[in-house]
Each structure stands twice: as structure tokens, then as C-alpha cells.
């Protein structure tokens, strides 16, 4: 999420691994919204939908601590697979929170979606900015990505999205510095030790962990390293001999994962990180179940490390 330097208007940029039609579709088709819109752990029920200038999508969010959110959407524009403009938060009772607008535009097979909320004022702006993070509001463009790859390339992944005030190449060395990385990546609660460091392209990591309770060991595989955007690479928890185990935690995790970096610049000093996660090799069907009914608590793990990876660039130079 990004807010204009004393702008009332929020703008968000996504890019996904789908045709501008897929991507209208999901947006615009209830059963196929219903799959994936809102923050992660919501779900929603459509009870109305005409989407044309002046029609309505009528709709409840339901929070998954038991709280119904209902909406209404008023549209002003409908351009088929390029442009939506819409209030945003208004019901019966309640004057809409901001206007939106968002485009659709395709290249390569790969969809843009850039999208402009206003808001009243730059405060409000502000304001908003910080809901929307303490809410995991951009959860919601996680949750497209993956249902985009499921639906498209029957696979499963889980998304994540931050943005962080430094320019491309200082988070670059914060991924692939050892020092750098050792002081942010574990979850909150632990703390990171590197027994091996050799990042790079055909290069491991052996990485000691400790906190909330428990000890493990993880291994890292460096597959690719393209400076300063894309870093993949594979992981697995060891033992503390480095042979091949189990999350201490969940034996039906899977072996191993695969882990895909990818650093965004937004402006000159700001830089989106995506993280796409996915099960590696050979997965049982158990693994994969682990798998897709943990991703809240990847959202809630890599949150804690954002945070950590946050606090740390403001007192690093």
C-alpha cells in the first residue's frame, strides 16, 4: 500500500500470472469473488449484483471472529476487462469510505491491476493506510493470486505482500547479507543463528532456531539470484546434524517448500516485497492439506517477520 506524499489517494499495483479476462472475471463473477475477496479468514455472501453505471453489489462480509460487515457498491464506470469505479464501505447507513478506481491491463499473459482510492484529505488518506494495515486489508490481493493459480494452474500457493520504506537495492542486501538476515527473519519470539552462509546461486544455509518454546534446524537452497529483484529458493528443517526432518511442531508439513523473493520498486525510496510459497518435490496429499489450512498462520508468521524486518530498517543506515 502506498500513500501519494500529501495525497488523499492511496494506490496499490498488483501484477498477476493471468490473462486481463481471468482477472475481470474474479473480480466481477459473485461465485467466483466469494472465493477469494477480503482479508484472509473473511468470506463474503453476495445477495445482489447488476454491474452496469448505477447498478449495486449488494454484499456481507463475515469476519472470522463472528462479525457481519455488510456493503453495498454503487458503480460509476464499467469498462469490461480494463476500468472499475466504485464507493467503497457504504451501506444503508453509511456513507462510503473512499471512491476506487481500477484498471486492468494485460501484457505478456500477465495482468496489471492498478488501483486509486480517494479519500477526503491526505490525513484521512493516512488514517486509512494504517487501518487497512492492522486489518491485513491487502490480504485480499494475496488471496487473488492464489486463486487465480489455483483455479488456472491447479497449484496451490500461499501470497504475501509488504511494502517497506527503502529503495530496491538496500532491501536486496537485507534478503541476501547473512548479517542482514539473521537480525529479522525469524518470527517473532525467536531468534536466527547461521551455522553455514553461502548465498548464491548453488549455495546453502544452515540456520539454528530458538524461542516460543522450541528449537529447530532449517536448511536453504539457493536456486536463483537475479540482483536486485528475484531470489528463489528451497528450505527444510534438519535436525542439528543437518539430516532431513520434520516442523517440531507439525510432522505432516511438508518436506520441503519453495520459496520465491520477489522486490518491487515503488518510487526511488519504497519497495513491495512478494513472497510466493509453495510445496517442492514430491508432496502427499496430507502435506498438501497441511498446507492450504495454514496459511493464516504463514500470513500471522511472516507478518511478525515484516515487522521485525521493519523496525530494523529504520536503525540500519
Not at 491485513?136 to 500461499?158: H, M, P, V
Not at 527503502?166 to 531468534?191: I, Q, R, S
Not at 537475479?226 to 532431513?244: L, S
Not at 518510487?267 to 516485497?273: D, I, L, M, S, W
Request: hydrophobic share 35%.
Amino acid at each position: 500500500m502506498v500513500v501519494k506524499e500529501k495525497s488523499n489517494e492511496l494506490t496499490l499495483v498488483r501484477v498477476y500470472d493471468a490473462p486481463v479476462k481471468a482477472v475481470w472475471e474474479a473480480w466481477t463473477d459473485p461465485e467466483k469473488a466469494a472465493k477469494w475477496w477480503g482479508p484472509r479468514g473473511f468470506t463474503i455472501t453476495t445477495h445482489s449484483k447488476d454491474l452496469k453505471v448505477g447498478g449495486h453489489w449488494h454484499y456481507t462480509m463475515h469476519g472470522p471472529d463472528g462479525v457481519d460487515y455488510p456493503n453495498k457498491t454503487v458503480y460509476f464506470e464499467v469498462e469490461e476487462c480494463a476500468k472499475l469505479v466504485y464507493d467503497h464501505g457504504a451501506n444503508d447507513t453509511q456513507a462510503p469510505l473512499f471512491r476506487v478506481t481500477v484498471q486492468f491491463s494485460e501484457k505478456d499473459g500477465k495482468t496489471t491491476m492498478d488501483m486509486r482510492m480517494k479519500l477526503a484529505t491526505a490525513e484521512a488518506a493516512e488514517a486509512m493506510a494504517k487501518f487497512i494495515k492492522k486489518a491485513n486489508g491487502t490480504s485480499t490481493w494475496d488471496r487473488l493470486a492464489e486463486y487465480l493459480e489455483e483455479t488456472r494452474g491447479c497449484k496451490q500457493i500461499f501470497v504475501i505482500n509488504r511494502s517497506f520504506n527503502a529503495p530496491v537495492e538496500k532491501m536486496f542486501e537485507m534478503w541476501t547479507n547473512p548479517d542482514h538476515l539473521a537480525k529479522w527473519l525469524a518470527t517473532t519470539g525467536c531468534t536466527m543463528e547461521f551455522i553455514k552462509r553461502d548465498i548464491r546461486p548453488g549455495g546453502s544455509t544452515f540456520s539454528h532456531f530458538v524461542g516460543n518454546g522450541i528449537e529447530m534446524y532449517a536448511r536453504a537452497h539457493y536456486l536463483e539470484i537475479e540482483k536486485p529483484y528475484r531470489i528463489v529458493y528451497t528450505q527444510e528443517f534438519c535436525d542439528k546434524d543437518e539430516k532431513i526432518s520434520r516442523h517440531p511442531l507439525a510432522p505432516t508439513w511438508p518436506e520441503r517448500m519453495l520459496t520465491e523473493v520477489t522486490l518491487s520498486p515503488e518510487g526511488a525510496e519504497q519497495t513491495r516485497v512478494t513472497i510466493k510459497w509453495e510445496c517442492h518435490g514430491d508432496t502427499k496429499p496430507d502435506e498438501l492439506a497441511t498446507f492450504v489450512k495454514a496459511r493464516g498462520g504463514m500470513m500471522q508468521g511472516w507478518t511478525g517477520s515484516f515487522d521485525k524486518l521493519e523496525e530494523y530498517l529504520a536503525e540500519t543506515p
